[in-house]
């Protein structure tokens, strides 16, 4: 399979679907549309959405019916960076090269920002169910949430928050990924497998996947982020470069193995597995 | 029927059904946690949950079943209130009495505790159905989000923040205020009836019920909040004193009024109409 036109046609789907979900640009109060708008749509690599339909498509489903789970990931994780981008959370002025939300709505308006699209996703999740039962819709809503909470990304957030600038042991570091990024994506590859009505021995599986995936994600994120200091919170920092390098490796491995009783229904998800370690952006 | 004995009897019910539904105070990030539990647990006067428990005891239902919809609402208005109190916001020191969230915790994890909370509310509302359908129970989740959305309570934040200081419409007014405050309390009262399996048209007059008395609790908020100032955005700024009053009355004759179809089941619901035009804090 080519995985460059597959994540391509996916993005595609994904960008409309959440251009429809989105409300319009003139709706009033403008300007808080205005700000949902500019932080989602901002040619994003859509990862966590591409894992929904994957994983969905990987248990054999019609990724289309997924697309409203695939979009409210994807508006949780803008939400998720808008606040973490603040003021009085990273200080960040840019991302991807274009200025954070607060630099150009205001500090109130970008907090508001992320609010709205917290809720949008709870919104756009309940809102079609596209055929879906409502039992298995809720258990979806519910899984989601559970990994965007206090159980889950707010965890990882929380410390990440509190052990700044401290010196971190390898569990607390583990721990703190394994929530911060990881909880989301594996709920991402579970709501897609869940959506495509997977058994519940094959969601087991995704979610290893998601774990894996995770893990070499962030690593590979912290060996991109390396130059060389001493920033205690990242795997070279506490690993050193090569030991970072096998341990991603080693990671997608994993996450390979995890899709073992999978038909070829899976090879994309086995393609990003491979393509989370070896991309350089 | 004894008004004060119901607040009572059901706030009880409700503050023991936040705290189990809250993360254990000592669950691992802790300092989230108790962020959280401090803002929810502060002895508040559980207005929206209890308009829940009594929609639902309006139209014959079992107010227990409507706990988790109850809890869920509060999570939600507690988190507008932490985010309304941060510095960028209105920069408020105390609510209560008590410090607020970014006082105790710090701005980063008060941003924090108010995005766990609405995400709390989402895990609450889906995480025990008590033996309701799985799609009504779906029309619950998608009617709370949309009124904490943008296509709700948010809009009318936003419109806030963006006449700050300035001269306002009447209708604008209005407007902000029926997002602001009105659209939750609303979805209260609806919420509760819908899980009582109220009909239709009950449910109607439900939401007239309550978008009248969101009106006459943001009026008296406002005349409560008077000081003879010009305050241009506020009931008494735009009418004066006099009409500001006559208004609230009117707004809780309504309420009253859209539940004339309603046997003695609605009286805990006539009384708190009465009582929110009445009280003096």
């Known amino acids: 399979m080519n995985l460059q036109s597959y994540l391509s046609e996916k993005r595609r789907l994904i960008d409309e679907a959440l251009e429809a979900y989105l409300p319009a640009e003139h709706t009033f109060p403008e300007i808080i549309c205005r700000a949902m708008r500019y932080s989602v749509l901002n040619g994003g690599k859509r990862v966590r959405p591409i894992l929904v339909l994957a994983g969905c498509e990987a248990v054999g ?15 949780i994780h803008t939400y ?8 009085a959370m990273d200080n960040d002025d840019f991302r991807r090269g274009k200025p954070t939300s607060h630099k150009v709505f205001g500090e109130a308006m970008a907090i508001l920002a992320g609010d709205a699209l917290l809720t949008l996703a709870f919104e756009t999740l309940t809102r079609d169910a596209k055929g879906l039962p409502a039992d298995l819709l809720l258990r979806v809503v519910h899984r989601i949430a559970s990994a965007a909470g206090v159980g889950g990304m707010i965890a990882g957030q929380a410390l990440d928050l509190s052990c700044e600038g401290k010196e971190i042991a390898p569990e607390t570091l583990e721990f703190m990924h394994r929530h911060k990024t990881g909880a989301l994506i594996e709920a991402s590859v579970v709501a897609g497998g ?4 997977g058994t519940d021995e094959q969601i087991e599986s995704l979610s290893l996947y998601g774990q894996k995936i995770g893990l070499a994600f962030q690593i590979t994120d912290d060996i991109l982020d390396f130059d060389g200091g001493e920033k205690k919170a990242t795997y070279p920092g506490i690993y050193g470069l ?11 491995d994993g996450a390979v193995e995890a899709l073992r009783g999978f038909d070829e229904r899976a090879d994309p998800l086995r393609a990003i597995a491979r393509f989370i370690a070896e991309r350089e952006a």
């Open 194 to 197: 869940t959506i495509g009505r």
């Open 61 to 75: 489903g019609n990724s289309e019916i997924a697309l409203p789970a695939a979009c409210a990931i994807e508006f």
């Open 242 to 252: 090569e030991k970072s390098k096998a341990l991603a490796v080693q990671a997608v």
């Open 80 to 87: 998720s960076l808008i606040h973490d981008d603040l003021p």
